[in-house]
């Protein structure tokens, strides 16, 4: 089955440590996205990438890092750099084009204590 | 600047109909989506208009009217299960691949 897979689906850290999350799909979409989402809040994109080896910043980069080295695998590193870590982190796909229907993974909640 | 806005909270009565609205300010987008979210959940895709009018799947519709800068999402017969928030999302042109979300409603089924 094709799909997005997100692990783990909670983690817990403690402050000042980094810890980065993964996100893998199988849909052979050429677009990923990571989104942090806070209680009772809409979605924000941290980054998104178009390409392989291509990434650019959403409106809320800072304290988070992405690397995009194969299509299928879209990791975020939340850096201790972010001041308020804890969230709902939710990675998606899409392919190029079309209604730019985006497909999401189960999300990972992060708690930092 | 581009933006999308909806209302934070909407309630309605099991079997009813209702209507989730969104507005939005926006150079030019290729269309208008809706996703739901159930709590603790990952949004999922409902519809897309790319065309004005209505497009029908099931029981929901949704509609756009890009000479009001105006979308709804219609909900027919309310089951409890549709409890969750909507999102509007719009389509930008300057980007093939980018959405730009509205901040989500809640809608709330009562018995």
């Known amino acids: 089955d094709g799909g997005i897979t997100q692990s783990p689906k909670y983690l817990f850290r403690k402050e000042g440590q980094n810890v980065t999350l993964s996100c893998e799909q199988n849909l052979n979409h050429d677009a990923m996205y990571w989104y942090r989402q806070d209680p009772g809040q809409g979605l924000r994109l941290i980054y998104y990438?178009?390409?392989?080896?291509?990434?650019q910043k959403g409106d809320i980069a800072e304290g988070y890092s992405v690397s995009r080295e194969k299509k299928e695998s879209f990791p975020l590193t939340v850096t201790s750099a972010q001041k308020n870590p804890t969230a709902f982190y939710l990675c998606?796909?899409?392919?190029?084009?079309?209604?730019?229907?985006?497909?999401f993974g189960p999300g990972t909640r992060l708690t930092v204590l | 600047g581009q933006s999308l806005e909806q209302p934070s909270e909407v309630t309605a009565v099991e079997g009813a109909i209702v209507q989730i609205n969104c507005t939005y300010q926006t150079s030019g987008f290729y269309g208008l989506s809706w996703y739901q979210q159930h709590d603790g959940g990952a949004p999922t895709f409902l519809s897309y208009?790319?065309l004005d009018g209505l497009e029908e799947t099931g029981r929901f519709s949704s509609f756009l009217s890009r000479s009001d800068s105006y979308g709804y999402l219609l909900l027919q017969e309310l089951q409890m299960k549709d409890s969750a928030s909507y999102f509007c999302a719009a389509s930008p042109m300057d980007s093939n691949y980018q959405l730009i979300w509205g901040a989500g409603t809640k809608l709330i089924i009562k018995p």
């Open positions: 998606a796909s899409s392919r190029q084009g079309g209604n730019n229907e985006q497909f």
């Open positions: 990438s178009q390409i392989v080896n291509d990434f």
């Open positions: 208009n790319a």
